[in-house]
């Protein structure tokens, strides 16, 4: 396997985007923005309603980048020990011993998020915030990569404890699966499910990459992407839009913004530029804006989303004419 650098990057991302493509059937463009926030090493909020393929997508990710993958059903009587781990005695050797959790892992999946009471909730919010959790006052780093796709239910209100606007602000992005879009894609989920003789086919699909080549992949977002400074202004105006809005209560914070620029970095380096265009911004605004702004309660009992108000703004603001890379 070649080293990880800009002349094969691209190649990187459409094999992994493929490869994922080979077995979840969708819309590309929502594998190009997870494939963006895994690069960013950000966490992604699903909402999304039960059977869309949301654990098929984690699984399939997590291997085709050679992560390590693991999973947490959050249900009421759900405890922070069982999220983060801690320690057990031993009655042979009068000793205790430390029992990981599910956290220790590369990437996981946090199914249904808000069925739980917001201390374990803080508990797992608390390392995807620190990437490090505290057992009986020893601390353990986790191990890089590390992020969390987490589910919720759109429609389950009752028995479920919504995430705090602070909480949300710690996921990069919310994305929805959503529906098959046609009658082609229907029979497709059908037809692979034939030739696969069985529900899961995560164990047959191999890794693109090795999770230390993912590492490079997202240190190349980091360090090598070039973000003009009229890009920043845009996406300053752009955040600055969503607190002035006259149907907004609260709009995006700074960390909105840093998210933004984030992202966009890593959606340039998937489609092959070592610098950011407008359209890398514009594409995934809504996805990084809409769970960081507060709709005025009149709005949210009209029914209005703050997807709108995101897609609204946007064309208001000229995009810059000049951004690559200057020498
Ligand atoms: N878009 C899709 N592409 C391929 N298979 C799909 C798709 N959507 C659903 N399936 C198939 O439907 C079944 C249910 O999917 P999965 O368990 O991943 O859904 P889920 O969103 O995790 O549901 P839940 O919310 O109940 O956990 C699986 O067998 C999966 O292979
Ligand atoms: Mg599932």
Redesign the pocket.
């Known amino acids: 396997m070649k080293k990880v650098d800009f002349n094969n990057a691209r190649e990187y991302c459409e094999r992994i985007i493929q490869a994922v493509a080979d077995?979840?059937?969708?819309d590309n463009v929502i594998l190009e923005k997870l494939l963006a926030a895994a690069l960013a090493n950000g966490h992604v909020l699903f909402e999304?309603?039960?059977?869309?393929?949301?654990?098929?997508?984690a699984k399939i990710f997590t291997r085709v980048v050679g992560c390590k993958y693991g999973r947490i059903q959050f249900t009421p009587d759900l405890l922070p020990a069982d999220i983060i781990g801690g320690k057990v005695w031993r009655p042979i050797d009068s000793s205790f011993e430390l029992v990981k959790g599910p956290v220790f892992t590369n990437v996981l999946l946090a199914?249904e998020i808000n069925r739980t009471p917001p201390k374990t909730q803080a508990a797992l919010l608390e390392a995807m915030q620190e990437r490090r959790v505290t057992i009986e006052g020893e601390t353990h780093e986790l191990e890089m990569p590390f992020f969390v796709l987490a589910?919720q239910?759109p429609i389950e209100q009752e028995g479920t404890y919504p995430l705090p606007e602070a909480q949300l602000d710690r996921f990069l992005l919310k994305l929805s699966?959503g529906y098959?879009r046609t009658d082609d894609?229907e029979i497709t989920?059908m037809e692979?499910?034939i030739r696969w003789l069985k529900?899961?086919p995560s164990e047959d699909v191999s890794s693109v990459i090795s999770a230390e080549e993912f590492l490079s992949l997202q240190a190349l977002a980091e360090e090598g992407v070039y973000i003009d400074r009229s890009i920043l202004d845009y996406i300053g105006k752009i955040v600055r839009a969503t607190r002035e809005h006259n149907l907004v209560e609260i709009g995006s914070s700074p960390r909105g913004a840093l998210s933004l620029m984030k992202v966009s970095r890593c959606l340039a380096l998937i489609r092959g530029r070592d610098y950011v265009v407008p359209d890398d911004v514009k594409t995934i605004a809504p996805d990084v804006l809409s769970h960081r702004i507060i709709l005025r309660v009149e709005e949210i009992m009209e029914g209005t989303r703050p997807q709108q108000v995101i897609e609204e703004v946007i064309p208001n603001i000229p995009a810059p004419l000049e951004y690559a890379r200057r020498e």
């Open positions: 077995v979840f059937v969708g999304d309603y039960p059977g869309l393929g949301k654990t098929l997508l199914d589910t239910n699966l098959p894609e989920i692979r499910r529900d899961d």
